[in-house]
């Protein structure tokens, strides 16, 4: 633990919106120890720094009496009653990070105080604590990107046209599209699922349709016909959200597996493509900017079950 208090640099990544949807895109997250040993609130203060300095969420003040609560979850995430009642108490929170050291392992979990569910937990020997941080940190920025992506305000000033988007699809039905730009854009195209336990899909661009780059008037079916992109297998609604740029996304890296059809649109926190030294002050000109500031529409469809 005593190297975990030297360290002092971590890959970041910064999301914050330009208020246009009267909100910032981050989570008021409340950082807390299970217990208040030196090891403990050590693992705490640097998380609590790293979430902070990089701009990674907004930090809530402590709440006295935190180290005797109770927090308990079962194998599916879901908190006990006495978990439950202290979870209520955190007003003005949306996400709750628990820190402790047990038999010489460093344990990190992260908590949506809202719908009351474990999301995440990890835990490694304390001599791999950067290691552990960096895979929370990891987390922490795709579930950005995903509030990123969700919340960026959408308007009527956008520069793109979509046709035969249907309102509903049957489970599992092929859904497939025609995209217009009325502008010379690079074209995003994200389906943000109701359900936010999935990650966002990038379908354009994908494997097969690289080239994102639509001049104006040119007219872009998505996905390509040699590909396939299928409607939920269970009811839900999902939002498809097109993004106009006049820049390419060039911060965020695309990377899908082998045989996968679709990318999935990492920050470089995630993908380790670039490294850098924050301060305390909150940078206006943040990473995820081109996302905040680009001209989006909107288009909502239901899923039915057969």
Known sequence: MKQFLILSSIISLSIFSSDKIGRLPVYKIA??????TEDNIALRDFIKEQIQSTSRGMVTLPTKGRDTDVW???????????????????????KLVLVSTEDGQAV?????????????????????????????????????????????????????????????????EPIRFEIESTEDNYVYVVLVPENQKGEPVLLFPNQIQNDNFVRKGDKV????????????????????????????????QLRGKTGDSFYRLLPPAVTGTKTLARSMVVATNTLTSPIEQTPVM??????LSR
């Open 298 to 303: 909107e288009w909502e469809y239901q899923i």
């Open 72 to 94: 308990e979850f079962d194998k599916e995430g879901n908190p006990s009653q006495k978990t439950v009642v202290n979870l209520q108490k955190l007003v003005g929170t949306d």
């Open 108 to 172: 990190v979990s992260f908590v949506d105080v809202l719908h009351q569910k474990l999301e995440y937990r990890n835990s490694l020997p304390e001599s791999l604590s950067k290691t552990l941080v960096s895979d929370f940190l990891g987390f922490l920025d795709k579930k950005n990107i995903y509030l990123a992506l969700s919340e960026t305000g959408s308007g009527s000033n956008s520069q793109l046209k979509i046709n035969s988007l249907k309102p509903t699809y049957v489970a599992g």
């Open 31 to 36: 950082v807390e120890a299970i217990s208040q």
């Open 221 to 252: 079916t998505i996905p390509d016909k040699r590909i396939s992109f299928k409607a939920a297998s269970s009811p839900s609604k999902d939002r498809i959200r097109a993004f106009a740029s006049r820049e390419e996304w060039k911060e965020f």
